[in-house]
Structures are given as C-alpha cells and as structure tokens.
C-alpha cells in the first residue's frame, strides 16, 4: 500500500515547508533573543514541525512536549472538549512559552491550553502554528506566528493524520474525499 496513492494533491511541498520554517526560526530567533524560551509540542501533529522548528532557531531555547485528548470524532469534526492527557515536566512560572502546533482547526485546543497555561503565571504565551485554516474558527485566538493559511480541506502529512497514518509524509497533501467519506 502507498500512503502516496490515497492523495488528491500535494498542497504544500517539502521544500516550501522547510524554506518557511526557516524563516519562521529566524523571526522567533530575533523576537525571543535571550530569554531562553520554552518551546511546548502539542501530541502527537505537532511533534515534525517541533523538531525542524527548532533546529532553526539560532538561540538557546528548552523542549518540553504535553498530550491531549478532544472527545467526539476529531479531524472530522471537532468535538471541543479537551482533556490533558500528559502535562508538562517544566515550571512556566515566569517562562516564556511557545506553543508549536501543526494546525489551528476550529481554535477550541489551543484556546483551552493557552487558558490553562496563562493561570500558571508565565512571563508569556504565545502560539506557532505551521497551518491556519481561518475558515473553520470557532473560538478567537491570537496567532502570533503562521506558517500558512490553507483552505477548508482534509490535509495529511508532516505530523498530520488520518487513522493515525500519513505523519509520516514530508509534505502536506490533501486527501481523497472517498477516503474518509
Ligand atoms: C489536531 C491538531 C490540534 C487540533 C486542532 O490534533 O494537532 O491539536 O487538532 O484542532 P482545533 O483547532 O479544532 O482544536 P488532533 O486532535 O487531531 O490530535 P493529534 O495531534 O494527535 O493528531
């Protein structure tokens, strides 16, 4: 089986991701400078971008990784509902913390993380998505750092999955309809 063949398209390319994850690297290098900042990965899509992420940044910055699960049929549609599965290892108080999302979807799981990130006292919150889908907002959230803006389809790859497969993909290709319908 070929993950490859069950793709309508290829939306964004590997080598348009990298080139903009760099550009992304050195923003983040310029705006953070030397407050050693904590990079948060959110389970298990964000954890591709996480690690080219931040193998760009030219400034000393710490990793740390938290799981969620959202009840209800998600990817397909988003239920709202989030629980924390696995907390941080680190102490925010007074850090600042940058959480590296693969997409911002309906905007209901980071608005909750960041909720429950803001009550533990932190010098900061901000947030780095590589995709945006602006058609599916729900919830208002500020995005301070946007890899892409995509539009309203059903994308795989980089960390992105259907049936927990395609993360693997090093670009982000839009699925068949006939495959999840
Ligand atoms: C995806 C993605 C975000 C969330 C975005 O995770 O990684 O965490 O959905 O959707 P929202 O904006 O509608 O809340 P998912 O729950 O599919 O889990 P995964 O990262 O383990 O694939």
């Known amino acids: 089986m070929r993950l490859q063949d069950n793709l309508a398209k290829i939306l964004i390319p590997s080598d348009r991701l990298q080139a903009r994850i760099y550009e992304l690297g050195a923003q ?13 990965c959110v389970l298990k899509g964000g954890v591709m ?20 699960s959202s009840y209800g ?18 102490n925010i108080e007074q850090r600042h ?12 799981t980071l608005y909750y993380i960041r909720e429950t990130f803001q009550a533990r006292n932190p010098a900061s919150v901000k947030i780095c998505a590589l995709l945006n889908k602006p058609e599916r907002r729900e ?17 795989v790859g980089y960390g992105l999955d259907f049936d927990e497969l395609y993360r693997n993909l090093p670009y982000i290709g839009v699925l068949k309809p006939e495959m999840y319908s």
């Open 28 to 40: 983040l290098s310029q705006d953070y400078g030397d407050t050693r900042p904590l990079l948060v």
């Open 139 to 155: 919830v208002e959230i500020p995005l301070d750092y946007v890899g892409f803006d995509i539009p309203n389809e059903f994308v």
């Open 73 to 90: 049929g998600k990817r397909v549609e988003s239920s709202g509902v989030v629980r924390i599965l696995m907390d941080l290892n680190t």
């Open 97 to 108: 913390v940058l959480i590296v999302e693969d997409i911002i979807d309906t905007g209901r």
């Open 49 to 68: 971008f996480l690690s080219d992420l931040s193998r760009t940044l030219s400034i000393p910055h710490e990793l740390d990784f938290m799981a969620i």
